[in-house]
């Protein structure tokens, strides 16, 4: 454990650096060209900071619950530094964490799983050149799934889940097929989330209505902006072939609906990560950090197969490079030349990217995993 820290906290330290004295200078500092969210983060930070309330006094678009946790880089300086440091730490913590978790059921395979998803191209980029908070979500996104197969009791699962949703939206994957499970405890479980969430939620409702059911309505629907990210969707509608967003989540919550019904007897690991895919593939609003929480995922469980392992990097890779040029020609627009080019490109790798995705579906609905066994 202390030698996988130490590795994990000289690498991204690397990494800080090589972006602190070189990239940062070169791309962050120009605002046409910043590909970091900080100057939000710092925003929402110092209305929390102010005694202000999110949702009415600041534009917020996030759950509620990531803000309060951007807080201390924002104490500390708010510096790219201070960021960079602060989201480095969580992503050592969820390397540790894969370990410290799995390596009761087999050390040799937990060492490599969180080796493997230390070295992803995703994992390396996320909290330092990227500068993004899925570094935090990630972690308190595959928290619960580790706990509950370290036996830390079930309670705790939809406890922890139930944060994460509010934390950032992915953790909501977590919770249903965890339900189907414990059919004989669902009351239980469904009064935790719903007390908790109420807690969470309430004074936003009360206080702040507007904005709060707005930024639902964002997360949830797609609305109140253009749309962004690198998903194929988003890639196709700059070339103006446009489905409408609520088409494709319609779709999205339809066939995730029908893995429920199909598949609600495949142990959980296998069932969330179905229907984590179905999420990719269809989800017209995906941005380049949040394959984080597939591959957080999707690592552990799949480490036994090099072949499956390998295209997941193939997956970092090609994503890796459609932000590129996605920032460039779209989100910044800061490049023109060679747009009739490297846009069909981008297109071609997500396109490459989801056939990996509905590869990797089929098999993991047709083999046996070491994760794949009942809690």
Not at 126 to 136: N, Y
């Amino acid at each position: 454990m202390k030698k996988l820290v130490v590795f994990a906290v000289i690498t991204l330290s690397l990494l800080i650096c090589l972006d602190v004295f070189f990239i940062d200078k070169r791309v962050n500092t120009d605002p046409s060209t910043d590909h970091t969210d900080n100057s939000l983060y710092i925003e929402r930070a110092k209305t929390i900071l102010n005694g202000g309330l999110l949702y009415r006094d600041v534009v917020t678009k996030t759950p509620p619950l990531i803000n309060y946790l951007l807080v201390p880089p924002v104490l500390f300086g708010a510096s790219p530094l201070a960021f960079e440091i602060y989201f480095s730490f969580f992503i050592v913590l969820t390397v540790a964490t894969i370990y410290y978790f799995l390596s009761s059921m087999d050390k040799k395979l937990a060492r490599l799983a969180a080796m493997a998803f230390l070295f992803l191209p995703t994992t390396l980029a996320t909290p330092t050149l990227c500068r993004q908070d899925e570094s935090i979500v990630v972690f308190f996104f595959i928290l619960p799934l580790l706990m509950l197969y370290r036996g830390k009791g079930k309670i705790w699962y939809s406890f922890l889940s139930t944060i994460g949703v509010w934390i950032k939206m992915h953790s909501v994957f977590l919770l249903p097929p965890f339900l189907i499970k414990e059919r004989k405890d669902i009351v239980k479980h469904i009064g935790v989330i719903t007390f908790l969430s109420l807690i969470i939620a309430l004074p936003f409702l009360i206080l702040a209505f507007d904005g709060f059911t707005w930024f639902l309505k964002f997360y949830l629907l797609g609305e109140g902006e253009e749309l962004q990210g690198i998903s194929l969707w988003r890639l196709l509608d700059a070339i103006n072939l446009t489905i409408p967003s609520l088409v494709l989540i319609s779709l999205m919550g339809v066939a995730i609906l029908a893995i429920y019904i199909k598949f609600h007897h495949m142990p959980l690991w296998k069932l969330i990560l179905l229907t984590l895919i179905i999420y990719f593939l269809l989800y017209p609003k995906i941005h380049y950090e949040y394959f984080l929480m597939f591959f957080a995922l999707s690592i552990p469980y799949m480490i036994e197969k090099k072949r499956h392992i390998m295209l997941l990097y193939s997956m970092s890779i090609l994503s890796s490079a459609v932000l590129l040029i996605e920032q460039r020609y779209l989100d910044w627009g800061v490049m023109t030349e060679g747009k009739w080019f490297f846009v069909p490109l981008a297109i071609l790798a997500m396109i490459a990217v989801d056939m990996v995705l509905i590869y990797l579906f089929y098999h993991i609905l047709k083999e046996r995993f070491w994760l794949d066994e009942e809690i």
